[in-house]
Every structure is written in structure tokens, then in C-alpha cells.
């Protein structure tokens, strides 16, 4: 085989190979303290799936492992060699947000962290490491943080994703020094290197136990006969080729955080942190000639939960009290406040999205800000409120009611959005509710004829008698922007006997759009639009 080739790229590979038990047993109540040797002990665990026909076990814990359990055993077999074994109904949904959840702990190590199967994850931990002290000490705090927080776990790091997940497979605590992975990846078995089940299958037919004798043969052979995937995945695994990992979610423009010795739980610590971070930040974007555009702040808590909260801007942000405000307002605003726990030790405040700034000269003109002063306030009520509660109505080239006007939020909107033009009103009273009802409610109608406006109507389980009625205004849909446009409507301004004046529609021209039947079916609807001021 062809010497490796030095790979810069520096990858941590992590394998909870217990997680569904792990997450079992994290979930029961912690046993009384007591005498030892009075305890009997828990019987072993497993998780079973239903495949063809009969269940089987996906995920064993320690106990059931040293008993002889193997994964892919039946049940039955279990049962008859554990006669008290617990059986948990396999749950991939809980596993998955479980493995999810420490996948963003993970990020207080690096942004780049990507999902590996269902039990494993992948960091790049590229220029990382010296921040933890090496590689050596990052790696052994983050099992250790994860076997406290009660995980079976498995970590190594090499050049590439597919030898530090083999790695994984054949210990914990392997770091392969860069170009040295052919010789570590060797002795491992071949499913270690996680190519599809088949595969593995075909390479034990042919007496290949191990990756070293696979690689041992002539590439153009394997390709022949399991396909160029695979001897893809061996260059991988031996550092002559490499493959991105593809992260949960992009890393952040700028980021800076602030490490405790001992977890702090109070406001009057976390607010202060976040104004410091906020300086270095903005000092940073400063430099670059950026602003931020979207804000988000992480907190990591000393028993491996995160929680974080972000803020849009509709306009890039260059000050730290407009940060400040921001965030103030979105804490008071949390339906669920932050619940520490037993404290954060660490508090990351990022720019997730960051765009290029113009410096503009400030003059006297109390004036001449007030589309800046505007877009404050809408960013003060939109962290508060939320994004998409505060919203602009902009026009549409159209003449179907509904569509007159586009909500958006305002911190979306485009700089010239408040010149689009709005058509003048010129009537008086207006021919047209301000308000509409969306989506319109049906009523039923009374009318001396199909084509009059209605003589009285039920709305809401309320009987209306139309004393005046203007109409009809005929609009029809528009055809040329869809396959099927609907029916013509029939609107009328109708008043009742008590004053209150309505906007009603007629859906379907009488014996055009909408033909009658026999049996009284087939008769135009009756909607309610609006209601006049």
C-alpha cells in the first residue's frame, strides 16, 4: 500500500456506544445510599426492535454485554439466558435528540461538529486544540465531562473522519500522530471502518478479517468487486484522500466566550458577562468593518445542558448598548426563563450573521436619524415580541382584496421598502374595509333573488337584517398567475338594523360558475370579508 500522505486537517471522532441504555438509566431516579451488600443488582438492560417478524437487540448495557449479549441476538435467545432482563422498547426519535442535545455541548470545543450514524459524532478540532491545552488534554476532558454525565464513550482523533471513527471502534484515548493513520488503522477490524453490512460480509467470505489485510490487495481488485465507494473510504481511512464532515449547522462569523472556575448562576453575573462580551465582539467586527445582523448567546451548564437565544437586527449592529438592549429585553421576555441548574461554566455570545458597514458622518440635524431611530425601536419590540409579530405592509400590484398588501417583518424588509407607492383613497366613506377577516367565514344568506344582496344574514350564530345595501362591485380572479384562478366574486356594503356595516362576497356567478341542482345543492357560497369601522 502506498505511503499515507500528512493531512493538516486534525478530526476527533466520538462513539456513545451505549446511548439508548445510557439514556435509560439517566433518566431513573438515583438509587438510596445504602449497604452495598444489601443491594441486589439491577438486572442487565437491553433494547429490542421489531425486524422481520421478531425482535431484536439493537443496544445492550454493560451488564448484559459481560452476560453475552450480542447486538443483533433475538430476544428469545436473551430471555433464555437472562430470565430478568430489562427490555426498552427502542425510541430513535429520544435517541436522536439525546444525541442532538450533546452535540451542542460539544460546540464549547469547536463550531464544527457533525452528526456520525446515530451513536457518534465527528469535531474538527483544526486549530482548536491548543486552547485545551493539546490534543491530548481536550480529548480527556471531553470523555471525562461525558462520563460523568453518566455516557459510555469512545474518542480518538486522527487526519480524517473515517480513521478517527474506525479509531473509535478499536479504543478510547487513540491519537494518531498527522500521516500515521495507514499503520493505526491497520489492525482493525474491517466493520470498524463502517461501510454498509454487505460489504463486511463479503470481506469475511473472502478471509479478510482485518483492514490492514484488505489493504493488502490491489485497489483496482476491491473496486471490481465492492465498488469505488469503498476504496474510497480506504483511502480515507489511511490519510492518502480526505472528505469534508458536513457540521449540524454553519460556524458563526465571530465568536467570543468567557470560561468559569466555578459555575456562576445568578443575573447579576450573567448580564455583566454578556455586556464584556458584547465589547469584545463589536471591537473585533469593529476591525473588519462589520456588523452584526443576527446575535446569539449560548449557555453551557455544568451538567451538559444548553440553552441559547438569538436576536435579529434590521439593521447591522456597530454599539455595544444596542446589543446590550437587545438581549435585555429578550430575557425579560422569556415565556421560560433561563433555568441555570447548578450553574453555566461557560457563556459564548456569537455573530451568527455579520455583514460589511459604512462609516456615515453624524451631523446636528435631530432629523436626519430617524429611519436609524425607527429601526431600533422595531428591533427592541421584535426581541421582545418576536421577529414575526412585527411586521410592514407593503403593496401589490393586484386587485384581489387578500392580496393588497404583504406583511413582513420589518427587520426583512429592504432599505426603500417604506417608498413603495400606495394607491391614493379618494372615496369617502370608503368603499373598503381597512381590515379584513383572513380566511373569510361563511354566512348564511337570505336573498330575494340569486343576483340581489342579501336581505338578512346569519353570522356567527347571530341574525343580521340588511336595512342598506350598495353593490355589487364583480371582481374576478386573476388567471394568468394560476392553473385554476377560482370563482368571480360578488362583493356588497350591506347595514344592518343596528348600524354595523359589513363587507360580503358572493363566491360563483348564478348559473354560470356555479349551477343549482334538484336536490337545493350546488348554490353559491356566502362569505363575510370585513367589517367598516
Not at 430513535?92 to 446515530?118: Q, S
Not at 430617524?370 to 415580541?385: G, I, P
Request: aromatic share 6%; glycine share 8%.
Amino acid at each position: 500500500m502506498r505511503t499515507a500522505s500528512v493531512n493538516r486537517r486534525r478530526i476527533l471522532g466520538l462513539w456513545l456506544p451505549r446511548l439508548s441504555t445510557d439514556r435509560v438509566e439517566r433518566a431513573l431516579p438515583q438509587a438510596s445510599t445504602g449497604s452495598p451488600a444489601d443491594a441486589a443488582p439491577p438486572p442487565p438492560r437491553v433494547v429490542a426492535v421489531k425486524r422481520d417478524n421478531a425482535l431484536v437487540v439493537v443496544a445492550c448495557d454493560a451488564r448484559a454485554s459481560r452476560g453475552g449479549v450480542l447486538l443483533g441476538m433475538p430476544l428469545a435467545t436473551v430471555r433464555a439466558m437472562h430470565p430478568a432482563v430489562d427490555v426498552i422498547d427502542h425510541d430513535p426519535h429520544a435517541d436522536a435528540a439525546l444525541l442532538n442535545a450533546i452535540a451542542d455541548w460539544c460546540d464549547r470545543f469547536t463550531p464544527l461538529v457533525a452528526l456520525d450514524g446515530a451513536d457518534g459524532l465527528l469535531l474538527d478540532i483544526t486549530g482548536c486544540a491548543h486552547l485545551f491545552g493539546d490534543e491530548a488534554k481536550l480529548l480527556n476532558t471531553l470523555t471525562a465531562a461525558l462520563t460523568r454525565q453518566g455516557f459510555a464513550v469512545s474518542a480518538a482523533v486522527a487526519g480524517t473522519a473515517v480513521a478517527a471513527r474506525a479509531l473509535t471502534r478499536g479504543g478510547s484515548g487513540l491519537i494518531v500522530a498527522p500521516g500515521d493513520e495507514l499503520r493505526a488503522v491497520a489492525p482493525l477490524p474491517v466493520a470498524a471502518l463502517g461501510v454498509d453490512d454487505t460489504i463486511v460480509r463479503g470481506l469475511r467470505r473472502a478471509g479478510f478479517k482485518t483492514v490492514g489485510e484488505v489493504l493488502a490487495r490491489q485497489l483496482t481488485e476491491l473496486a471490481a468487486r465492492f465498488g469505488e465507494g469503498f476504496v474510497a473510504v480506504l483511502r480515507q481511512a489511511t490519510g492518502e484522500d480526505d472528505a469534508p464532515i458536513s457540521p449540524r449547522r454553519p460556524a458563526p462569523d465571530y465568536v467570543v466566550d468567557k470560561n468559569f472556575p466555578e459555575p456562576v448562576a445568578t443575573t447579576e453575573v450573567i448580564l455583566p458577562t454578556l455586556l464584556a462580551l458584547a465589547r469584545l465582539l463589536i471591537a473585533a467586527m469593529e476591525r473588519s468593518g462589520k456588523g452584526a445582523r443576527q446575535l446569539t448567546a449560548s449557555f453551557f451548564r455544568s451538567d451538559g445542558a444548553v440553552r441559547s437565544i438569538s436576536v435579529e437586527t434590521g439593521q447591522p449592529v456597530t454599539r455595544v448598548e444596542v446589543v446590550q438592549r437587545l438581549f435585555a429585553e429578550k430575557l425579560d421576555a422569556l415565556a421560560d426563563p433561563l433555568d441555570p441548574g447548578f450553574g453555566y461554566d461557560l457563556i459564548r455570545l456569537a455573530a451568527s450573521v455579520s455583514v460589511s458597514v459604512a462609516e456615515a458622518q453624524r451631523g446636528f440635524d435631530t432629523t436626519a436619524h430617524q429611519a436609524e431611530d425607527v429601526a431600533l425601536l422595531a428591533d427592541t419590540l421584535a426581541a421582545r415580541l418576536g421577529a414575526r409579530r412585527v411586521v410592514r405592509y407593503l403593496p401589490q400590484d393586484t386587485h384581489i382584496p387578500e392580496r393588497a398588501a404583504l406583511a413582513v417583518p420589518v427587520q426583512h424588509c429592504p432599505p426603500d421598502a417604506g417608498d413603495a407607492p400606495w394607491p391614493e383613497r379618494a372615496d369617502e366613506p370608503p368603499l373598503r374595509p381597512l381590515r379584513l377577516l383572513q380566511p373569510p367565514e361563511p354566512i348564511d344568506v337570505m336573498a330575494g333573488t340569486p343576483d340581489d344582496p342579501p336581505a338578512k344574514f346569519t353570522w356567527r350564530r347571530v341574525l343580521h337584517r340588511v336595512v342598506r345595501a350598495e353593490g355589487p362591485e364583480r371582481i374576478a380572479m386573476e388567471w394568468w398567475r394560476a392553473a385554476e384562478p377560482g370563482l368571480t366574486r360578488d362583493y356588497f356594503r350591506i347595514e344592518d338594523e343596528a348600524g354595523a356595516r359589513f363587507w360580503v362576497y358572493r363566491d360563483g356567478l348564478y348559473n354560470i360558475e356555479v349551477t343549482p341542482q334538484p336536490d337545493g345543492t350546488g348554490q353559491p357560497r356566502w362569505y363575510m370579508h370585513g367589517l367598516f369601522a
